[in-house]
């Protein structure tokens, strides 16, 4: 069975850092490549950033470039997002999700299996 | 990037009644190298993480009723359940995956009337 445990939300201060990590099992997790995909309170699914299975490749959103880094240890089937310079706009929900495919590309983009979310909270 | 425009942003159906969504993208997901539109569905519930539903554009994830049907090409997409039942209860999302970023269609929140 496929699993995604996101971890790692919380307050933060405008202008912090926060780490958020996404435990996968059930599969073999170097096949696929990862998404986080964020949610605002009562908003809609927004992508921020993806890559691929073996870690090469790397996709952002342009409302986190320069600001967010993905990353991945396939040795430990987790995947990983680096957030600074947080703002009150970033504040979601923020889920992993197993994409469909080794690459972003096509099937890479699309998510078969969502972990159930981390609240990220950016508040003073 | 690629826009995903879902009509309406609200719907309410009777129970056993049919429920149709549409999806329009700002330009094709036709993904030449299987020839297949990159077009999915994703229902999600009320404090739930989304569902697979469909992906390239017509086909059932596993265990996924068949009351739910999507169809389209191109451009144009619509998701389809042929008789309403109470827990389809949920926000639809298209989302088009041909391009990095991908982009979510706004959301159809579906209620009973």
């Known amino acids: 069975e496929v699993q995604l445990l996101e971890s790692g939300g919380g307050l933060v201060q405008p202008g912090g850092s926060l780490r958020l990590s996404c435990a996968a099992s059930?599969?073999?997790?170097?096949?696929?490549?990862m998404s986080w995909v964020r949610q605002a309170p009562g908003k809609g699914l927004e992508w921020v950033s993806a890559?691929?299975?073996?870690?090469?490749?790397?996709y952002y959103a342009d409302f986190v470039k320069g600001r967010f880094t993905i990353s991945r240890d396939n040795s430990k089937n987790t995947l990983y997002l680096q957030m600074k310079s947080l703002r009150a706009e970033d504040t979601a929900v923020y889920y992993c999700a197993k994409g469909a495919a080794v690459v972003v590309v096509a099937a890479g983009g699309l998510f078969d299996y969502w972990g159930q979310g981390t609240l990220v909270t950016v508040s003073s | 990037d690629i826009v995903m425009t879902q009509s309406p942003d609200s719907l309410a159906v009777s129970l056993g009644e049919r429920a149709t969504i549409s999806c329009k993208s700002s330009q094709s997901v036709l993904y030449s190298s299987n020839n297949k539109n990159c077009l999915a569905w994703y229902q999600q519930k009320p404090g739930q993480p989304p569902k697979l539903l469909i992906y390239?554009?017509?086909t059932r994830e596993y265990g996924v009723p068949d009351r739910f049907s999507a169809s389209g090409s191109g451009t144009d997409f619509t998701l389809t359940i042929s008789s309403l039942q109470a827990e389809d209860v949920a926000v639809y999302y298209c989302q088009e995956y041909y391009s990095t970023p991908c982009s979510f269609g706004q959301g159809t929140k579906l209620e009973i009337k």
């Open positions: 390239w554009a017509s």
């Open positions: 059930g599969f073999t997790f170097t096949n696929y490549a």
């Open positions: 890559i691929s299975g073996s870690g090469d490749s790397t």
